[in-house]
Nanobody, 123 residues
Framework: QVQLAESGGGLVQAGGSLRLSCEVS????????MGWFRQAPGKEREFVAA????????YYADSVKGRFTISRDNAKSAVYLQMNSLKAEDMAVYYC????????????????WGQGTQVTVSS
């Protein structure tokens, strides 16, 4: 089993920044990729960013490219999402998740999920 715990969500004004954290515990060796997803009310869960534990290759959704940065700390088994220039459309519950499949953006390819953290952007 793998356990994930997100933190760092909150209320921010449009144009502001937030940094989300995801701590991973358990059978972490079974994970190759860490991803961030988000889900707004009435919408499907969508891919935001992902990073490989080994090598650190990163992948971003076009909607966040240039504004969000994903990073990892292998020693701490933690993944971060730095979100800058936040917009109203970024408002959602953000989830971190693990996958054994490299370079995947499909939620169904991710095996374990955190409980989510709310990001609210005020205009």
């Amino acid at each position: 089993q793998v356990q994930l715990a997100e933190s760092g969500g909150g209320l921010v004004q449009a144009g502001g920044s937030l940094r989300l954290s995801c701590e991973v515990s358990g059978r972490t060796f079974s994970s190759n990729v860490m991803g961030w997803f988000r889900q707004a009310p009435g919408k499907e869960r969508e891919f935001v960013a992902a990073i490989r534990w080994t090598g650190g290759s990163t992948y971003y959704a076009d909607s966040v490219k240039g504004r969000f940065t994903i990073s990892r700390d292998n020693a701490k088994s933690a993944v971060y999402l730095q979100m800058n220039s936040l917009k109203a459309e970024d408002m959602a519950v953000y989830y971190c998740a693990t996958s054994r499949i490299l370079a995947t953006r499909r939620p169904r390819d991710y095996d374990y999920w955190g409980q989510g953290t709310q990001v609210t952007v005020s205009s």
